[in-house]
């Protein structure tokens, strides 16, 4: 056989194998709804107003492999994950603004913190949160306020692992390289927004006892239960308190402490509860109106029980104990 033929006859298999592989991926989007990639939560750069918001219109899933959460998510036209549009909302209302947390990673919208917040108190609550940090938030509620939005009372979610920098400086990469994905990771990831039978694949291991094991072994299937961040230096949190002492001079605003998780897992306890209380000392100097979550987390003894078991993320009761606090400051407060 010539060589001219083995190549036509190589290039015919490998194009037939691709519209195979193509076809049973289709397949496998259609017979598992869940596992297709168009139907999952992804965020978008909008250079128009310089954010990351989930993409506009979005209707689909947010899910995990090892089946934590898979809820629906609903995007209205501002890019926010919420039923009512900004621009409908009062000088009277609450903006809650923060990162995946206070976005509502892995629950139901109506289990929020913000929405439990709502039904507790009896007011409006919108929510534009979207993951970054307090350059990015105020960006946010620049972007809801050119939406329409009349802005006045904020509830700030500041989660302690990954929100606090030196603003100053605008030097991240000492904090970034820390939150930096492997290859593996990012490979993992592109696969889950463009392949229903990677999916359907992450799916399964994560059921079969054999297959997760031989995972974890072998670093395919890793959790993301991970600590982000160190324990940060004396600049950063002053740098961070500074900025979020500046957003309150133009907005009513109520800073809410979300902690890190490395005060209950890890060898750096102690530092991670020093720098804790550290922070929350800085914000109370500047007046900044605080709510320290550490408390109400630690009270039945077993914190990490209200974060997922494998996801880094508030579980529905977390997220309940986070709208007891802020509606307990609130009314302390007569708002």
């Given at each position: 056989m010539g060589?001219?033929?083995?190549?036509?006859?190589?290039?015919?298999?490998?194009?037939?194998?691709?519209?195979c592989l193509f076809l049973l991926d289709l397949a496998i989007g259609f017979i598992f709804p869940f596992c297709n990639p168009r139907g999952i939560l992804r965020y978008r750069y909008y250079p128009e107003d310089?954010?990351?918001l989930c993409v506009k219109g979005f209707r689909g899933r947010q899910w995990i492999s090892s089946g934590d959460y898979n809820v629906s998510v609903r995007i209205n036209g501002d890019g926010f994950r919420d039923k009512r549009n900004i621009s409908d909302s009062r000088p009277v209302d609450f903006f809650v603004v923060g990162d995946s947390f206070s976005f509502g990673h892995g629950v139901d919208e109506d289990k929020r913190y913000s929405d439990q917040l709502a039904s507790m108190t009896g007011k409006n609550f919108f929510n534009i949160s979207s993951p970054g940090n307090l350059l990015h938030y105020w960006k946010l509620i620049d972007y809801a306020r050119k939406k329409g939005a009349p802005v006045n009372k904020v509830i700030l979610g500041v989660c302690m692992e990954n929100d606090l920098f030196d603003y100053e400086a605008m030097d991240y990469k000492e904090f970034e390289s820390g939150c930096a994905p492997s290859l593996l990771a990012s490979v993992k990831e592109k696969l889950k927004l463009y392949s229903a039978a990677y999916n359907l694949m992450a799916y399964i291991s994560q059921k079969n006892r054999f297959l997760k094991k031989f995972g974890n072994r072998f670093g395919i299937i890793v959790h993301t239960y991970g600590i982000i961040n160190d324990v940060y230096p004396d600049k950063v949190m002053v740098s961070s308190a500074d900025k979020i002492g500046e957003l309150c001079r133009l907005y009513d605003v109520t800073a809410v402490i979300i902690p890190s998780r490395g005060l209950w897992v890890g060898e750096k306890k102690e530092k991670e509860l020093q720098a804790h209380n550290k922070f929350i000392r800085l914000l109370k100097e500047r007046n900044i109106n605080t709510v320290d979550l550490k408390p109400y987390?630690?009270?039945?003894?077993?914190?990490?029980?209200?974060?997922?078991?494998?996801?880094?993320?508030?579980?529905?009761?977390?997220?309940r104990l986070a709208a007891e606090a802020i509606a307990s400051e609130l009314k302390k407060r007569r708002q």
């Open positions: 060589l001219k033929k083995i190549s036509v006859n190589l290039t015919i298999f490998l194009v037939s194998l691709t519209v310089d954010i990351l987390l630690e009270k039945d003894g077993d914190p990490l029980s209200h974060y997922f078991k494998n996801d880094a993320h508030w579980n529905i009761s977390g997220h």
